[in-house]
């Protein structure tokens, strides 16, 4: 089965540029999706198809995708960016399922 | 406006069958490349995907519970159902219902979900 693996926890200050990796075995042939999820919140979808951005999503999330890890980056971090933060992919080499990475709990210093 | 809205039991006993409805609006199962997808999380823990059905009524479900889900959709009533047999304190999770369009095939992904609603499998 096709493993998505986070970093549990990324700090950052603010101003400064966070990025969260999300490792998979030769991801770059995937198309990779990010959440961001808030304390008692429905996830909402921040970057799809590697690098494309729902409206209404601040041009400073942005994508990336290339090898075994994809990366989201958060460039000028604000205290609201707090959240966690999940991969995403469809593993369609076996079964056809979704996959999510483990998370990863992004602290605004 | 794409809004879906989940609805269910607030608590089930072990062994039960759980049913979950997912009410949506805003978009039709019935428009090429749209489907519905579950997806669940237990209190702390990661996001798992569960069951999808598309717009041609074909299902996909999670290797691990597949012998436990049924997903389906009447289309004129705007709805998804989930069911999930023999449930087990360790079903205890939020359960979301997300819209999952298929533009690139077998590139699935999310992108609106309803607020969850908490199922917990207790006696």
């Known amino acids: 089965s096709y493993v998505l693996t986070q970093p549990p926890s990324v700090s950052v200050a603010p101003g400064k540029t966070a990025r969260i ?89 | 406006q794409v809004t879906l809205r989940e609805s269910g039991p607030a608590l089930v006993i072990p062994t039960q069958t759980l049913t979950l409805t997912c009410t949506f609006s805003g978009f039709s199962l019935s428009t090429s490349g749209m489907c519905v997808s579950w997806i669940r999380q237990p209190p702390g823990k990661a996001l798992e995907w569960l069951a999808l059905i598309d717009w041609d009524d074909y299902k996909y479900y999670s290797t691990s519970l597949k012998t436990r889900l049924t997903i389906s959709k009447d289309t004129s009533k705007n709805q998804v159902v989930l069911t999930m047999t023999n449930m087990d304190p360790v079903d205890t999770a939020t359960y979301y219902c997300a819209r999952t369009p298929r533009q690139v095939a077998h590139a699935y992904y999310f992108d609106y979900w309803g607020q969850g609603t908490l199922v917990t499998v207790s006696s």
Not at chain 1, 48 to 60: A, C, F, L
Not at chain 1, 77 to 94: F, P
């Open chain 1, 21 to 109: 990796t999300c490792g998979g075995n030769n991801i770059g042939s995937k198309s990779v999706h990010w959440y961001q999820q808030k304390p008692g919140q429905a996830p909402v979808l921040v970057i799809y198809y590697d690098s494309d951005r729902p409206s209404g999503i601040p041009e400073r999330f942005s994508g990336s995708n290339s090898g075994n890890t994809a990366t989201l980056t958060i460039s000028r971090v604000e205290a609201g960016d707090e959240a966690d933060y999940y991969c995403q992919v469809w593993d369609s080499n076996s079964d056809h399922r979704g996959v999510f990475g483990g998370g990863t709990e992004l602290t605004v210093l």
